[in-house]
């Protein structure tokens, strides 16, 4: 079993894997890492739990729309890439997830009686 250091959202995880899935490993992360980016940027000062939600989501909906054979944004050609289309509700749904997320995340750090 193998111990490698990959850093997520400016954090240090030291994460094991299988002997030689080290780089397969690093790999995702650094996918991971730039979801995280992405989301830092595009929705200013967020909470560590917050910026990895969001990182997981832009990942689900491009696996998402990847398996439904719709070409993800990431992958196209610059003159492919248009403008992203801003739902008020999807938003609001994402905001309301997201704190929902946070709650959970707290009960468990402090170990409340949902943990």
Do not use: W
Request: proline residues 4%; aromatic residues 2%; glycine residues 6%.
């Amino acid at each position: 079993m193998a111990t490698i250091d990959v850093e997520i959202a400016q954090r240090r995880y030291s994460v094991a894997c299988r002997d030689g899935e080290e780089e397969h490993l690093r790999t995702v992360a650094s996918l991971v890492d730039s979801k995280a980016r992405e989301a830092g940027k595009a929705l200013g000062s967020l909470s560590e739990a917050r910026q990895l939600l969001f990182a997981s989501l832009l990942l689900a909906d491009e696996l998402k729309e990847s398996q439904a054979g719709n070409p993800v944004a990431a992958t196209a050609p610059a003159a492919q890439m248009q403008e992203p289309q801003h739902d008020p509700a999807v938003a609001n749904a994402l905001e309301k997830l997201a704190e929902r997320m946070e709650a959970l995340a707290e009960s468990l750090e402090t170990g409340g009686p949902n943990a």
